[in-house]
């Protein structure tokens, strides 16, 4: 036994020692293989969607069990002595800037505390032009543009798109808004309730080539979309990019992908299968949504404009539909009324 | 996590061929780094 006992004294360090090095390699190549895409960024290169053995993995992963205890380790108080260290170690690792915080950080109690920091007053100033649009969020412009042709496709990466209306949900107004503008080009914008009014007398025209009325007296519609990432480090509270009224809410249980850029070059549909929040309503110009996606590491999203709402739930097994959680906000077809720059949202861990 | 912006904005048409030339231009290219409140477009 004794013997026995003695030959056993290293497995402990031994395996310990062996899972450091097994993470170190992983890490060491996860950073390889960014430094080739930041490469092939700088010089301009696309790669093209891929699916691989990877992404095939990861459907076989309890992402949201994963998710979820991630959540719990991230919510454990952090002893004040301690708290600087850690907010300071994570705001290397991930770029955060500690000088912007509105607290003190012996303050934030936990690390999900920490991450959904508020800024200093003014850290975020709004652009006044009443013409413009502003950015919802801090992050990395993924991509932009107008939404053309009847699919009404977004490019997720080169090679692969998705459809805006799987985005937002079967339930959007947005075909509303199509449809009202095809049929019945004298409806006047009344209050905006009831059917009739979700049709704006603008129009937006998926058809392609646009055919243009020179006799038509109402401006031309088109839409656009804008792909905004977050990484960790980054202020994660959302904003409204215009005064905006809310009028519905949609909330898509959906899956927990990781959302980096590997992921959206591997993973089909990255964007329509994930876990998010869709929010719906109109700005001066017509119609305006948001969708705000989760991800593993941060599959929670919490609305200033509905804090009982709650996602990242624990999946109950048969109740597997794929169908969003709707709310039309009161007053009706008037719903929340937010100024630019109004504060909408928050990701948060776990 | 990711945020997807989807909105209307004008579109203006050179008549000539019909091809729309929108009035809505983006301010920002892909890759930029952008903070809340900062243009996206105007």
Redesign the interface.
Known sequence: GSSKGNGDWFLLPGATVATLLMLGVLHGRRMYEDMKVGEA?EKGIEFEFQPDAKSAFLRLLPLRSISRCWGVLTSVEIPVSLRSRVYGAWARAFHSNLEEAALPLEEYATLQDFFVRTLKEGS????P?P?????????????????KGAGAM?EQVKGFSYS?FS??GATSF?PT?AKGDMQDESSEPENVSGEKSRK?W?S?SFAS????N?YSSR????????????KPGD?????A?ADWNILARRHFSGRLYP?NERATRTIRNL?VENERVVLEGL?Q???????????TN?GSIELSIEPELRTNQAKKKFLHSERPEERLYEPDGVGRTLKK?DEVAA?NMG | STVVLVFQAPLSRSPENGESSSDFKFLVQRGDRVRAGEALGR
């Open positions: 960024h975020r100033p709004i652009d032009d013409q413009c649009l502003v950015s919802p969020v801090d992050g990395t412009v993924l991509r932009f543009g107008e939404i977004i805006v985005l937002l947005l808004i704006s603008w937006i080539p646009k055919v243009w020179p401006p031309m519609k088109g839409l656009f979309y804008c792909v905004i990432y977050l202020y994660h509270r959302v904003h990019p959302v964007y700005w110009e017509g119609f305006m949504a948001l969708a705000a996606v989760g991800a941060i720059g990701f």
